[in-house]
């Protein structure tokens, strides 16, 4: 389950991404980002906030997956995507999933194991209130265990071609598609 707070985020996720985006090869030029979805994933240690958005802009439909720090990232300055003030948790570092670790781990996980999005639990003074409805699903193709080495490509813009021995499909209120794979190495 992924722990949601019912909090104010300064700036919004979305804020952050249309200053980063524009910088991002292959998303320049996407103006205001339009949110289509999102799901979450779980860290197991409970540490990193796992998150991928699906995005309209200028460039099309991209899928953005971040993570979420209390604390930067070390080595991994030039993935930072911003930081913001969280009301709940306080100050937080938002990086690109791709780079970070902990994200790549959860994906692998979810496309080698047929694994699926985490719920959405709304978390308030330690109790858990409500679960929301997520904004999209996703589930793995594989059925097994992940391998010691494994490679991942994650989709940025949403129907690029990919390869992959499995894959991540999602489902949103418009649409479906291939979001990443992956395969032993």
């Known amino acids: 389950m992924a722990i949601v707070h019912r ?3 300064s700036p919004s996720k979305l804020d952050l991404l249309e200053v980063w985006l524009p910088r991002q090869e292959w998303a320049s030029g996407t103006g205001s980002p339009v949110l289509m979805g999102s799901y979450r994933f779980d860290d197991p240690a409970g540490e990193v906030g796992l998150e991928a958005h699906l995005v309209e802009t200028e460039s099309g ?7 979420y ?5 070390e080595g991994a300055e030039d993935h930072l995507i911003g930081t ?8 937080r570092w938002a990086y690109d999933g791709e780079f970070d670790p902990v994200w790549r ?10 694994g699926h999005e985490a719920s959405l639990d709304v978390q308030i003074d330690g109790e858990i209130v409500e679960t929301r409805e997520p904004t999209m699903t996703v589930r793995g193709t594989g059925s ?6 494994a490679s991942l490509h994650i989709v ?27 395969r032993s190495l």
């Open 144 to 149: 097994g265990d992940v391998p010691t080495n």
């Open 105 to 114: 781990a959860a994906a692998l996980e979810a496309i080698f194991t047929g």
């Open 69 to 73: 720090r209390a604390e930067p990232l």
């Open 84 to 91: 913001m003030e969280h009301g709940v948790l306080g100050q």
């Open 7 to 9: 909090t104010t985020l």
């Open 61 to 67: 439909l991209l899928h953005v997956p971040m993570t």
């Open 156 to 182: 940025r813009r949403v129907g690029e071609p990919i390869n992959g021995d499995h894959q991540l499909l999602g489902t949103w209120a418009t649409g479906s598609g291939v979001l990443a794979a992956a």
